[in-house]
């Protein structure tokens, strides 16, 4: 007899878990903690398959791109939030598209996540071009929204991946990059798919904090694109300048002050004596790295 409630993978019976309603509270959770246990170990075959999709990204924002994260219901919402952690605020590199739009963070639109149709309309929205790369977020690889988002960018030659929990779908046709951490059946089955769901959070996870190292955002392992948001992000600038740079504060701030709160060249100007205006432009003659442009000059002191 079958162990399959139907042909999706996330809904197969788990073995190890069929006496769980027979547990203690103690044991339950401990059965539930060996489960998760196993997500992090099936990313680790998806690796290169998560570096090709770090570096196509790159490259898509290098020439004036974005990475564009689409999703209906659960997945679609990781993806808003990982673009929203990012960089918040609107005009960044990372963009997130939710089946049934913004609303649907809070209410699923079914209706929308089967509008095959809607998905292309949905990117042209947003004016999605070859340059921009597309990465479809679905566990099932099932959603029509999902599939029509990545048949439109297939139509146009532009990059495209699918993180998801299958390669036997449609969506996953449509990619030039597949992403399938193999995390097992879930815990109980027909109740979400939450270690689908943590699987395709850590990809996520990957992908962005890979993008930020990759687009010269991160220095050593500091977050070097700050922007002076509000007296919490001034002070978060104030911190990573005095880390960054080993300096005291009384020097981060006048940094800081001397040019324009722009974190990067704050850094640089400590690090290296140079002024404001300087400082600015040897970031710009290096694209923006921060790691290339301190070593372009002979270090202040």
Partial sequence: MSNRLNDKITDRRNARTAEIDRLSTGDMLAVIHQEDMQIASAIAPCLPDIARLVDNAAAAVSRGGRLVLVGAGASGRQGMLAAAEYAPGAGGPVVALLAGGPEAMLNTSAEAAMDYERGARDLEAIGFN????????TVSGRTPWVWGALRHAWAMSAPAAVISATHQSEAAQLADIVVVPEAGPEVVAGFGNPKALIAQKLVLNMVTTGLA???GRVYGNLRVDLEPAGDRCSERQIAIVMEAADCSRAAAKTALAACNNHCKTAILMVLTGLDAWR???????NHGYLR???GDV???G
């Fill in 213 to 215: 190292v990759r687009s």
């Fill in 298 to 300: 002979p270090l202040a």
């Fill in 130 to 137: 070859p340059h921009d790369m597309l990465v479809g977020l």
């Fill in 292 to 294: 290339l442009a301190a």
């Fill in 279 to 285: 400082a600015h432009d040897l970031l710009n003659r």
